[in-house]
């Protein structure tokens, strides 16, 4: 399962770099708003 092990080697990359951990925080953002107007919308 390569996808689970780029996932996790991406989760010990976020924990180091703040940056990164910021854009994950921004992109789950703009992905839940994203959900959230598509539900609103269906």
Do not use: C, G
């Amino acid at each position: 399962m390569p996808v689970i092990e780029s996932a996790l080697y991406w989760h010990a990359r976020v924990h180091k770099d703040p940056l990164i951990q910021w854009f994950k925080d921004y992109f789950l953002s703009i992905t839940d708003s994203l959900r959230l107007s598509r539900s609103l919308r269906n």
